[in-house]
């Protein structure tokens, strides 16, 4: 099956107003919407933010991933860098910073996480609650009747993402107080799913298929960290920690890699506290002290 993404900006009611960003005229906070992420990345950002650069790197990865096909087991591939781009652009321009220290990867989105909101590990209640992002998600081209985008309106909550921003907005309290230090970004923004609506991971494609895909978002990770400057890749689970060392330490970029369980139901451990296990390796790595003092 070729990956057929919709364009968001078919649907669209309004223009983007990108110019006010490339002159200079808009903050981060602005959450603007952008121009087509499936078109040209020349011209689209200046590089005078970090957000800016982080954004161009995904618009040249959406470039790339529209060129890959997958085949049995995947039936439905969704890509959520084009039809939620608002609410992840407003994610990216408000959070996205100068002086970030550590970068939280994840693998790819959950079904009622990034792939409704946008955002990485993106519970809707804790985007709408305590992110406080807003904006326009449309829909994929093809959507498997019980994999349904509703967006900011999504009724099902994702337990992996309310896990994660629940503890940091615990910890932390205020947003500012932890994007001040860290950022959230996952390895690959596609979700895939099988006839019956079963998620699937990168890891459980065809070689050829996980090879390809992953070689195209290695290379963003690359320009992500690049962009960022960060000092500290920590992996969400295991495959997200592996794949950023190998890749990292290949590239020659020179930053510290660790990892923190993933806080997934299906994982026996994180349902016997996830909180506690995390909170406990994240003092380890001292980055515990960045966000509460």
């Known amino acids: 099956m070729a990956f057929v993404a919709g364009n968001p900006f078919e649907r669209m009611q309004s223009q983007p107003d990108i110019e006010r960003l490339e002159n200079g005229e808009a903050s981060q906070g602005d959450c603007l919407l952008g121009k087509d992420p499936t078109g040209p990345p020349d011209q689209r950002f200046n590089s005078s933010t970090v957000a800016s650069r982080f954004l161009q790197a995904e618009l040249e990865l959406n470039l790339r991933l529209r060129a890959l096909s997958f085949g049995k087991p995947v039936r439905y591939t969704y890509n959520p860098l084009e039809y939620a781009w608002d609410t992840h652009r407003c994610y990216v321009e ?10 939280f990867l994840g693998m790819n989105p959950g079904p009622f996480g990034m792939a409704q909101t946008g955002v990485p590990f993106g519970e809707v209640k804790a985007v709408r609650n305590w992110l406080k992002i807003s904006g326009s998600v449309g829909r994929p081209a093809e959507e498997h009747p019980k994999r ?33 230090h860290c950022f959230v970004h996952n390895l690959c923004p ?45 992996g969400v689970g295991k495959l997200a920690e592996q794949r950023a060392r190998r890749v990292l330490s290949e590239a020659g970029i020179t930053v510290r890699v660790e990892g923190i ?26 980055v515990l002290s960045l966000l509460t003092r």
Do not use: Y
Not at 168 to 177: D, M, S, V, Y
Not at 262 to 278: D, Q
């Open 148 to 180: 349904r985008i509703t967006g900011l309106d999504c009724p099902h909550s994702e337990v992996s993402g309310a896990r994660f921003w629940g503890f940091f907005q615990e910890l932390c309290g205020e947003p500012h107080r932890f994007f001040r």
């Open 261 to 286: 369980m993933h806080p997934s139901p299906r994982n026996p451990l994180a349902n016997k506290g996830w909180a506690n296990i995390a909170r406990e390796k994240l003092d380890h790595l001292g």
């Open 94 to 103: 408000t959070f996205c910073q100068a002086g970030q220290s550590v970068l």
């Open 190 to 234: 596609l979700i895939f799913m099988s006839e019956t609506g079963k998620n699937l991971t990168p890891p459980e494609l065809p070689a050829a298929e996980r090879d390809a895909l992953l070689s195209c978002c290695d290379s963003a990770l690359c320009q992500v960290v690049t962009a960022l400057g960060v000092s500290m890749v920590i």
